[in-house]
């Protein structure tokens, strides 16, 4: 089955401090891969998405690069502030799946002056 | 980008009672979907919502539980019917469609059954 796997939190971060957070991925067929961001009593809000091989999703500092080779889109940024705080989820969405998206479990970010 | 609001935003509910929640987006849009996030846990889809039709549900979810409307292609609404302390979670309403399918969430719905 589908599947996305994502690296386990807390991540705790001073600011400034470089950011990867791992995301791999199972699919049948040829998924969009998205990156979405839970701050804290939010919602879900869209950071970035790429939706073939070798595309870079690119939004407030944030980068991920689709790589079919190693199924992962590894989430990026090279100096975090305090207000990147919150929950990252990786998500895929097959084509022709209705829209339906797969979710990684999260991974909780907590970045500290 | 599509707006979309959900009532009520939290509630405390007795076991054994329903509630409903409802999303209303601020365009038409082509599909809706509602999703379930337990405590510490990711999102799980629960029904894609078909206007004009019945909800397709995700396996592990049934209608007699989560029966879901689409009146229009605005709004739509879940029941959570004849709760358990185990539905305690976060529902979340999305959205795609218009000249994107990007999928759109909103604020999700906080519900803690005693």
């Known amino acids: 089955g589908n599947s996305v796997t994502q690296m386990e939190g807390p991540v705790t971060l001073s600011e400034e401090a470089f950011l990867t957070i791992n995301c791999t991925y199972t699919?049948?067929?040829?998924?969009?891969l998205f990156w979405y961001v839970q701050y804290p009593g939010e919602g879900l809000q869209l950071l970035l998405k790429a939706t073939k091989a070798d595309d870079k999703g690119s939004n407030k500092g944030f980068e991920a690069t689709y790589r079919k080779e190693t199924t992962s889109f590894h989430l990026e940024k090279g100096s975090v502030q305090v207000s990147d705080s919150a929950v990252y989820f990786c998500a895929l969405r097959l084509t022709g799946g209705g829209n339906k998206l797969t979710f990684g479990t999260g991974t909780q970010l907590k970045v500290e002056l | 980008s599509a707006v979309i609001s959900q009532k009520p935003s939290r509630d405390i509910c007795q076991r054994g009672t329903s509630l409903t929640i409802q999303c209303q987006v601020d365009?038409?849009?082509?599909?809706m979907f509602w999703y379930r996030q337990q405590p510490g846990q990711s999102l799980t889809l629960i029904a894609t919502?078909?206007?004009?039709?019945?909800?397709?549900?995700e396996s592990g979810f049934v209608i007699d539980k989560f029966p879901i409307s689409r009146p229009n292609l605005t709004f739509s609404t879940l029941t959570v019917s004849n709760m358990s302390p185990e539905d305690s979670s976060i529902y979340l309403c999305?959205?795609?469609?218009?000249?994107?399918?990007?999928?759109?969430f909103g604020p999700g719905t906080r519900l803690t059954v005693l």
């Open positions: 365009s038409q849009v082509t599909m």
């Open positions: 919502a078909n206007q004009g039709s019945e909800a397709t549900y």
């Open positions: 999305s959205s795609t469609g218009g000249r994107t399918d990007t999928q759109y």
């Open positions: 699919a049948t067929g040829y998924p969009s």
